[in-house]
DNA sequence: GCGAAGATACCGACCAGCCGGTATGTTTCG
DNA sequence: CGAAACATACCGGCTGGTCGGTATCTTCGC
């Protein structure tokens, strides 16, 4: 059998490696490629070890999507915590989450969406959250033109989505400076 | 055996319903739901009767990539050439396929997008299309603002695809006409 | 301290089912 | 007839998932 798992155990890195290559592999090899082998190997896991963690491979990518909508919801607060303006300050907080001028690490949007295509249970968490969120702010950022200016954030990462490499037409910083003037009030 | 297939032959027709129901399944089943023996059930075919007219499951894809993209440029030239004013022409034509407010049929884009998710090959075609139209009508649908209306477009599309039946948290015909006021020069 | 004892983490082999694809038959049209 | 338009049967490969076993961790009596 050749004693390949006298490694140390670690369970709580390797899980979160799991989570964080299927991650990967979601955004830059595509939905076809997100395999429980792919998976556990981008890991440096076998499947069975990956299946000891996640029952089911929807186990996974339940857990991935949970995971990534929470980090984006505890960045949305972050960023609506450092703003002083209440008009449109959950607007301005999606959209500096979305674009990431100044944010470091990938968007969490990214693998969400690419989630939400697999599974038709994960598109309605999705929208669960988003009208949750919506309606908690109803009262600052209810205002049509905050809604287009929403639109055109998920508009971008979707362009990120389908050009990962490729330069976007216009200067982000322009268009985040842009879209963050439509949240002013006029 | 049991000759199921004392039906009349009509080549054109079943193709044709092969591809809507490609489509349709990967819009509102999934993308992983969309197998060669899902879409030959769901037009009324066998698996042999399907591949007997795209060779590949790859071929269908794309013959569905290209029939929606076909359709999409035809409408927007339908769209432009009925618009008097010269500047933002291309970003309403744009902003009218994908609203669909006062179109018919479903929007193209959608089984479009998900196509993209599908194969890398399907996303360089897409982005080729884009910046080819974009470079063709850079006069006068260059300006940033209107790639901002272009990006919002695409994030309600999107809401669409993730959201199929609900109903859009603001109403579609004021979005609409505010989309198309900003792309009036000021 | 130490060592038994169980729980946890992980491996490796295996399985049933579905996938895309092929090869071949049968029916209908021109 | 012959060719196109299907249906049927079947295959190899890969998928998600199971199972039994082993190595490591943790607990706890002493």
Partial sequence: MSLANQRKKEPDVVRQKLLDCAAQIL?????????????????????????????????????????????LDAEIDASMAADPVAYGRFTRAYVRSTLRVGQTGPCPCAALSVSTLVDPALRQAWR??????????????????????????????????MAPDSEPPIDRQALFSQMIDLTRKR
């Avoid at 997100?34 to 499947?47: E, F, M, N, P, S």
Wanted: proline residues 1%; hydrophobic residues 45%.
């Fill in 27 to 71: 955004v830059d090899r595509g939905l076809a490629n997100l395999t429980v082998q792919a998976v556990a190997d981008a890991a440096g896991v076998t499947k069975g070890g990956l299946l000891h963690h996640f029952a089911s491979k929807q186990k996974l990518t339940e857990a991935l999507f949970a995971e990534k909508l929470r980090s």
């Fill in 128 to 161: 669960d959250w988003y009208s949750a969120r919506l309606q908690r702010h109803r009262d600052t950022d209810g205002a049509p033109e905050l809604q287009l200016v929403r639109y055109a954030a998920d508009g971008v990462w979707l362009e990120d989505l």
